[in-house]
């Protein structure tokens, strides 16, 4: 978290689950920036990070996980679909200017 922060980047998650279950998951996993609802999957959807997923042979939409990279104008500048956790934060400090 630090050295995002000493880069000035604010991170900030989404997922369509609840806002209680972001302040549970929050408080259980001692996540130290902002996670958004989005219920409605309204932002889901305009990131384009709803896909068709197949567990078991059964289909359902669900979320890829996915960083998007967004600079103070409010401009996508770099995209990393599908997210593995391992060594994520940095290749994404690597790209930070």
């Known amino acids: 978290m630090q050295a995002f922060k000493k ?3 604010r991170i900030v998650g989404v997922s369509r689950d609840s806002v209680e279950s972001h302040v549970k998951f929050k408080k259980k996993y001692g996540i130290p920036f ?4 989005d219920t409605n999957s309204e932002v889901c959807t305009a990131f384009g990070v709803l896909v068709e997923k197949n567990m078991y042979g059964k289909k359902s ?7 998007f990279l967004i600079d103070k104008s409010g401009t996508i500048v770099h995209v990393w679909p599908k997210v593995s956790v391992e060594g994520h934060a ?3 400090l690597s790209v930070i200017a």
Do not use: C, H, I, N
Not at 34 to 37: D, K, T, Y
Not at 61 to 67: A, Y
């Open 61 to 67: 939409m669900g979320v890829q996980r996915s960083t």
């Open 7 to 9: 880069k000035g980047a």
């Open 34 to 37: 902002q996670l958004l609802a």
């Open 90 to 92: 940095d290749d994404v």
